[in-house]
Protein backbone atom coordinates (compact mmCIF):
# COMPACT_ATOMS: atom_id res chain seq x y z
CA UNK A 1 0.00 0.00 0.00
CA UNK A 2 1.34 3.59 -0.90
CA UNK A 3 0.01 6.09 1.42
CA UNK A 4 -0.40 10.20 -0.38
CA UNK A 5 -0.78 13.32 1.98
CA UNK A 6 -1.66 16.52 0.48
CA UNK A 7 -0.83 19.51 1.57
CA UNK A 8 -0.21 23.20 0.59
CA UNK A 9 -3.93 24.74 -0.24
CA UNK A 10 -5.21 27.85 0.81
CA UNK A 11 -7.10 31.03 -0.31
CA UNK A 12 -5.47 32.93 -2.45
CA UNK A 13 -6.48 36.22 -5.40
CA UNK A 14 -6.39 35.75 -9.01
CA UNK A 15 -3.12 36.32 -9.98
CA UNK A 16 -1.48 34.19 -7.06
CA UNK A 17 0.52 31.30 -6.76
CA UNK A 18 0.49 28.33 -4.38
CA UNK A 19 2.30 25.33 -4.08
CA UNK A 20 1.13 22.19 -3.24
CA UNK A 21 3.16 19.02 -1.67
CA UNK A 22 2.24 15.06 -1.55
CA UNK A 23 4.09 13.20 0.98
CA UNK A 24 4.44 9.06 0.25
CA UNK A 25 5.06 6.35 2.02
CA UNK A 26 7.91 3.60 1.34
CA UNK A 27 10.90 3.10 -0.48
CA UNK A 28 8.97 2.18 -3.75
CA UNK A 29 7.27 5.65 -3.89
CA UNK A 30 10.03 6.38 -7.19
CA UNK A 31 8.95 3.47 -9.52
CA UNK A 32 5.47 4.89 -9.89
CA UNK A 33 3.78 7.67 -12.30
CA UNK A 34 2.68 10.41 -9.91
CA UNK A 35 -0.53 12.69 -10.85
CA UNK A 36 -2.18 15.78 -9.72
CA UNK A 37 -6.43 16.01 -10.37
CA UNK A 38 -8.93 18.45 -9.22
CA UNK A 39 -12.44 18.50 -8.83
CA UNK A 40 -14.12 21.80 -8.68
CA UNK A 41 -18.24 21.95 -7.04
CA UNK A 42 -20.92 20.45 -10.03
CA UNK A 43 -17.75 19.11 -11.86
CA UNK A 44 -15.84 15.74 -12.77
CA UNK A 45 -12.98 15.39 -11.57
CA UNK A 46 -10.05 16.44 -14.05
CA UNK A 47 -6.24 16.01 -14.58
CA UNK A 48 -4.04 18.79 -13.52
CA UNK A 49 -0.65 17.20 -14.40
CA UNK A 50 1.03 14.09 -14.45
CA UNK A 51 4.81 12.99 -14.09
CA UNK A 52 6.53 9.64 -15.19
CA UNK A 53 9.04 7.98 -12.52
CA UNK A 54 12.01 9.06 -14.13
CA UNK A 55 11.04 12.31 -14.69
CA UNK A 56 11.32 12.27 -18.15
CA UNK A 57 7.85 13.00 -19.24
CA UNK A 58 5.25 15.40 -17.86
CA UNK A 59 1.92 15.45 -18.99
CA UNK A 60 -0.31 19.04 -18.19
CA UNK A 61 -4.34 19.70 -18.83
CA UNK A 62 -4.20 22.60 -21.98
CA UNK A 63 -6.10 24.76 -19.02
CA UNK A 64 -3.25 25.22 -16.81
CA UNK A 65 -0.19 24.96 -19.38
CA UNK A 66 2.53 27.61 -18.54
CA UNK A 67 0.96 28.17 -15.20
CA UNK A 68 1.62 25.27 -13.44
CA UNK A 69 4.46 22.81 -13.08
CA UNK A 70 4.83 19.12 -11.82
CA UNK A 71 8.25 18.00 -10.12
CA UNK A 72 9.07 15.17 -7.79
CA UNK A 73 11.92 14.63 -5.41
CA UNK A 74 12.21 11.34 -5.47
CA UNK A 75 14.65 10.77 -2.55
CA UNK A 76 11.90 12.77 -0.48
CA UNK A 77 9.42 11.13 -1.74
CA UNK A 78 7.58 13.97 -2.58
CA UNK A 79 5.71 15.28 -5.68
CA UNK A 80 4.60 19.37 -6.18
CA UNK A 81 2.64 21.57 -7.90
CA UNK A 82 3.83 24.62 -8.43
CA UNK A 83 0.43 26.74 -9.34
CA UNK A 84 1.07 30.44 -10.57
CA UNK A 85 -1.27 33.07 -11.88
CA UNK A 86 -4.00 31.53 -10.29
CA UNK A 87 -7.15 32.03 -12.03
CA UNK A 88 -11.09 31.59 -10.07
CA UNK A 89 -11.94 28.86 -12.28
CA UNK A 90 -8.79 26.67 -10.36
CA UNK A 91 -10.85 26.49 -7.49
CA UNK A 92 -11.38 22.87 -6.80
CA UNK A 93 -10.05 19.92 -4.55
CA UNK A 94 -6.76 19.18 -5.44
CA UNK A 95 -6.13 14.99 -5.25
CA UNK A 96 -2.05 13.61 -5.28
CA UNK A 97 -2.87 10.27 -7.04
CA UNK A 98 -0.03 6.91 -7.90
CA UNK A 99 -0.33 4.38 -10.80
CA UNK A 100 1.71 1.75 -10.97
CA UNK A 101 1.57 1.69 -15.04
CA UNK A 102 3.58 3.40 -17.68
CA UNK A 103 2.74 7.29 -18.01
CA UNK A 104 -0.97 7.53 -17.89
CA UNK A 105 -3.54 10.69 -17.52
CA UNK A 106 -6.41 8.16 -16.94
CA UNK A 107 -7.37 8.63 -13.56
CA UNK A 108 -8.61 4.83 -13.76
CA UNK A 109 -5.48 3.96 -14.06
CA UNK A 110 -4.60 5.47 -10.56
CA UNK A 111 -4.77 3.00 -7.51
CA UNK A 112 -3.83 5.28 -4.71
CA UNK A 113 -5.08 8.59 -3.69
CA UNK A 114 -4.77 11.15 -0.97
CA UNK A 115 -7.38 12.81 1.02
CA UNK A 116 -7.51 16.26 -1.26
CA UNK A 117 -6.67 19.64 -0.21
CA UNK A 118 -8.85 22.36 -0.91
CA UNK A 119 -7.78 25.67 -3.18
CA UNK A 120 -9.63 28.68 -3.66
CA UNK A 121 -8.88 31.65 -6.06
CA UNK A 122 -10.87 34.96 -5.35
CA UNK A 123 -11.78 36.71 -8.06
Known amino acids: QVQLVESGGGLVQAGGSLRLSCAAS????????MGWFRQAPGKEREVVAA????????SYAESVKGRFTISRDNAKNTVYLQMNSLKPEDTAVYYCAAARAMMTTKSDMYSYWGQGTQVNVSS
Open 51 to 58: ISWNELTT
Open 26 to 33: GRTFSSYT
